[in-house]
């Protein structure tokens, strides 16, 4: 039987990124994970280190055990990738890199979890976290989100179809690029009219081949 993580390795595993796995921890702790096949670094600047499928295994088990938690906001030192909404969308130097190493990261880890190493369509991650993958390409892509009540910017919900995202965007031509966007980060792309409000909308999801 495969030992359990000591109870350090549990902390620092659930308190990796929720949408990456990014960690953090001293040289040692990060190391240690890595010898047990719970996390891997990255080998591109600035190798930061990541969980692998077993690691995220692990952080997932007892969230089964209670309900999905809220996107953590904007402050609270995690990342979270912005869906519209949100109150403040800095677009800043720092959010910047923050969005790039996240994308880099769900990139990794296509290649680490999807058969033959494909980076070219979402990986199992993605389609279990539907709406923050597409709002992560969308935001890592340059679109810009939509802020507080504001009309302009992208919006990413849950829909009652299984596998499908909807994206609102008042403008068509911002709406088609997000279209684009996720269609050459490996979505599915279909657009629609609503009938109560005669606008166009995008429903995305994930291409499996």
């Known amino acids: 039987m495969t030992r359990?993580?000591?109870?350090?390795?549990?902390?620092?595993?659930?308190?990796?990124?929720p949408v990456t796995g990014r960690l953090k921890g001293t040289d040692a702790q990060l190391a240690a994970l890595v010898k047990r096949g719970l996390a891997f670094r990255h080998p591109r600047p600035p190798h930061d280190h990541f969980l692998t499928p077993a690691g995220h295994r692990i952080r997932e088990t007892p969230a089964e055990q209670k309900p999905a938690?809220?996107?953590?906001p904007a402050d609270s030192g995690v990342f979270a990738a912005r869906v519209g909404g949100e109150e403040s969308a800095d677009g800043g130097p720092a959010r910047l890199?923050?969005?790039?190493?996240?994308?880099?990261?769900?990139l990794e880890l296509r290649r680490m979890t999807n058969p033959g190493g494909a980076m070219d369509r979402p990986c199992g991650w993605e389609r279990t976290h539907l709406v923050r993958a597409a709002a992560l390409a969308l935001e890592?892509?340059?679109h810009r989100p939509a802020t507080g009540e504001q009309a302009e910017g992208y919006r990413v919900r849950a829909t009652p179809q299984p596998?499908?995202?909807?994206?609102?965007?008042?403008h068509l031509p911002a709406l088609r690029a997000?279209?684009?966007?996720?269609e050459e980060a490996g979505w599915q792309v279909s657009e629609h009219m609503e009938p109560r409000v005669r606008q166009r909308y995008v429903l995305a999801s994930p291409r499996r081949g």
């Open 4 to 17: 359990p993580p000591t109870a350090v390795q549990q902390r620092l595993i659930e308190a990796a990124d």
């Open 69 to 72: 938690a809220a996107p953590a």
């Open 97 to 106: 890199r923050e969005v790039r190493g996240a994308w880099q990261g769900l």
């Open 140 to 142: 890592a892509a340059g």
């Open 163 to 170: 596998e499908a995202v909807a994206v609102h965007e008042p």
């Open 178 to 182: 997000c279209a684009a966007t996720l």
